[in-house]
């Protein structure tokens, strides 16, 4: 299981994928907003997305695990 991190602390403005979606590396998984700006949080591996650990409007901090891919 990979663990997919926010890279920053933010609101989760858009999940762009759905469990059960296989995905390869650098495609675009959530949008977080912070600071009025929009920063992509891109899958690092390629994989099946088994969890998403975050809702739409949640807050996040960085590190924060926000997905989990499975193989």
Request: no cysteine; proline share 3%; hydrophobic share 45%.
């Amino acid at each position: 299981m990979m663990e997919i991190l926010s890279p920053m602390g933010g609101s989760v403005w858009k999940i762009e994928v759905s469990e059960g979606d296989t995905v390869s590396v650098g495609d675009v998984l959530i949008i977080l907003e912070s600071m009025k700006m929009e920063i992509p949080i891109e899958a690092t591996e390629s994989g099946i997305v088994e969890d998403i650990k975050v809702a739409e409007g949640d807050f996040v901090q960085e590190n924060e695990v926000v997905i989990l891919l499975g193989s």
